[in-house]
């Protein structure tokens, strides 16, 4: 047999991948007589219920009669309405994520004494191990963010004496932890793409103890580390928004199942994290961002109804942008008539956009918003209302506080932790089975053919 080379190689496993496709496909009616629930979702696209939480509230419709209603959108966060908890701090011009951490790891919101105790502890936590970030994070540089970040967070492993202890009070320590420092190693990760793929220059600021997690975030980011204060209340925003949607979504659900099998709670955030980098999931976002760069290449006049409702027409039709016939941001597996996180943050980007005098594109958002669900309306049926998800704004407003394209996702696991860490808790708490789904096997019985008959 002849050597292989890298062309060779190559070949042998395009060829090997023909006959792997070939013999790992099923037969999608098979899934319809055998009454599977593809992605564990009832034929009305209801989730299977698979477990019980206290954490948080997700609900886009309601049962009437025996039939389903769509519902404006609800999120609760440990009972509390979200559009209360976001007004109860911004009224206060307070920050909000520390008090949310709070409040979704023990059940209940803090009093001020609580609140400063809970900071302070978080503001001592924000470190990493001596020579972690010269020696694990800026030595592995990696172009995915997410993936720099998974291998960092497992690294810890190794500098935890009691990391394989599963004892409450232990895995609340690696908990609280994580939640402080993975703002630094999500940055640092950044940076060191930025530094050693980019050849641009390369600067560490340490976070500062007094500054909010918002606040250091952009701090850490920005080479003079200044940043405006509606910056950082919208990113605050953004990181209450995100850090938690019940625990049937795919990275949080994947954090139940990790759990359940009594790994380590480095092996379960990395794990919810490569969940999380998913397109369909957290990394959604980049599409949208994708989508409307392509829109104002293409729609010359922003302030026109019926060429950007053309354009929409493009999109669902497949003839636009990635052919997919999809508008990224409009639509959700719960929500119908609202989400009521695009909401929130809806109303925040555009107080921001008028601030920096983006009133334009403000204006396009807005239009597509408005434009989008009737395109989509008179193109296909609609089962649900099609409604703005959280993604649909949230490229805007990143975009405005200069957010690199490439740390968007990161926000999003930087938020989500919090949620992550409640939920791991609740079923080291709750449950004592690991959980194990059925799948029913449909191949054929085969005889084994001696290599010399093949």
């Not at 930025?194 to 600067?203: A, K, S, T």
């Not at 500054?211 to 200044?226: P, W």
């Not at 925003?237 to 795919?250: F, M, P, R």
């Not at 925040?348 to 334009?360: C, F, I, P, V, W």
Request: proline share 4%; aromatic share 10%; hydrophobic share 40%.
């Amino acid at each position: 047999m002849p050597e292989l080379t890298n062309t060779t190689a190559a070949k042998e496993i395009t060829k090997l991948a023909k006959l792997c496709e070939a013999n790992n496909y099923i037969d999608p009616e098979l899934y319809d007589i055998y009454h599977v629930k593809r992605g564990l979702r009832e034929p009305s696209g209801k989730g299977v219920l698979t477990g019980l939480t206290e954490i948080s509230t997700v609900s886009g419709s309601k049962e009437v009669d025996g039939k389903i209603i769509p519902i404006e959108g609800i999120l609760r966060y440990r009972g509390i309405d979200i559009h209360d908890l976001v007004q109860g701090f911004t009224n206060n011009h307070r920050f909000g994520f520390e008090e949310t951490v709070y409040l979704l790891l023990f059940g209940q919101l803090p009093n001020e004494a609580e609140l400063d105790e809970w900071t302070e502890l978080l503001s001592f936590c924000r470190k990493l191990p001596n020579d972690f970030t010269e020696d694990v994070i800026l030595k592995s540089p990696n172009k995915d963010i997410m993936n720099a970040m998974s291998q960092a967070i497992l690294a810890l492993n190794s500098y935890d004496k009691n990391a394989d202890n599963l004892k409450i009070s232990n895995v609340l320590r690696q908990s609280i932890s994580l939640i402080a420092t993975v703002p630094m190693i999500a940055a640092y990760s950044y940076l060191a793409y930025r530094h050693y793929m980019q050849r641009r220059g390369l600067y560490i600021h340490n976070p500062k103890p007094e500054l909010s997690t918002s606040e250091n975030i952009l701090r850490m980011l920005r080479q003079d580390k200044k940043f405006d204060p509606a910056e950082a209340q919208l990113l605050d925003i953004a990181l209450v928004l995100h850090a938690e949607h019940g625990g049937g979504n795919n990275s949080t659900f994947t954090t139940h199942v990790v759990t359940s099998s009594g790994t380590d709670t480095y092996s379960s955030v990395a794990a919810s994290l490569c969940s999380l980098k998913g397109p369909k999931h957290g990394g959604a976002n980049i599409k949208v961002i994708k989508m409307f760069e392509d829109i104002k290449a293409h729609v010359k006049d922003w302030y026109d109804d019926d060429e950007i409702f053309a354009y929409m027409e493009k999109l669902v039709a497949g003839k636009a942008f990635d052919h997919t016939g999809l508008v990224y941001g409009l639509g959700h597996a719960v929500y119908s008539l609202s989400d009521p996180r695009a909401q929130i943050l809806r109303k925040y980007t555009l107080q921001l956009a008028e601030s920096k005098g983006r009133d334009n594109e403000a204006h396009l958002y807005k239009t597509v918003e408005r434009l989008a669900p009737q395109a989509i309306a008179k193109h296909r049926k609609i089962y649900k209302g099609v409604c703005p998800n959280i993604d649909f704004y949230s490229g805007f407003a990143y975009d405005m506080m200069n957010i690199p394209e490439e740390f968007i996702t990161p926000l999003f696991a930087i938020a989500r932790i919090a949620g992550w860490s409640a939920h791991r808790i609740e079923e080291l708490r709750c449950a004592n089975k690991i959980i194990r789904p059925a799948y029913m096997s449909v191949s054929e019985d085969a005889n084994y053919i001696p290599i010399s008959d093949r």
